[in-house]
């Protein structure tokens, strides 16, 4: 389950209850309590509920069907800080893979400013921002569609993508963390990245808050293993650097204190 289909879930369980303890909320999502605290501090700055002691509550303003617009709504701004972050790091006439996740999407727009870009993706929502809104080149790849993500995953979509060398690899992750690096929810997926990775001159991972702190089944990589962490707000850690490489954290500077 990532982060934002937990979410939605406490959402969901607030809007029946109106109130729910963590320990209430650990025991239907099956993760521990310092997970649920976590979330329960993200979506609290999102204005989506109200901490209590020992849980939280659903703010009077939060209706069943406004709450899961209201965290989109934020989610999107998060990402658009990262998004805009990570542009700042592609020159021109580059070639650049790209996963299928929401948070690349929201880099997608700020890459119209450069001209000469080839876009390998594995997202079909990511192909079509891209052909609407740069003048990239885009190559997109083969393999099974899956349904809820909307985006080609399998052997032969890892394959595709070991048929090019890119400048850049920007991708996302279910969560990710200084000991346990960037991990995922699914097996396919961190297949993927790793090739992404592995064809790439530089790596770049973009993960909003809600990522932070959060480990997953399937390991994509160590933090050392990447060039860049972009995300939108401070992780308590800066570079990170082991056996001479290092992986340089990008933040708003209004979130370092």
Partial sequence: MTNEERHAQILQLLNEKKSISVHELSSVLLVSGATIRRDLAAMEQAGLLSRSHGGATLLKS???ETAP???EQAMLRERRIIGEL?????????TIFLDSSETCGAFIPFLKQYNYLSVVTNGLKNALALSQ???AKIYFASGTITPDTDCCLGSDTVQYFGRFYADYAVFSASGVTEETGATDTSFEQAALKRMMMQNAKVKILLCDHTKLDNTFLCQ???LSDLDYL???QNPGYKEITKNGHTCKILFPEETRA
């Fill in 62 to 64: 939060t209706a069943a």
């Fill in 69 to 71: 617009i209201k965290y």
């Fill in 86 to 94: 990570a542009s700042s790091l592609i020159r021109p006439n580059s």
């Fill in 133 to 135: 809104n740069t003048t």
């Fill in 220 to 222: 994509i990589c160590s």
């Fill in 230 to 232: 972009v995300t939108n």
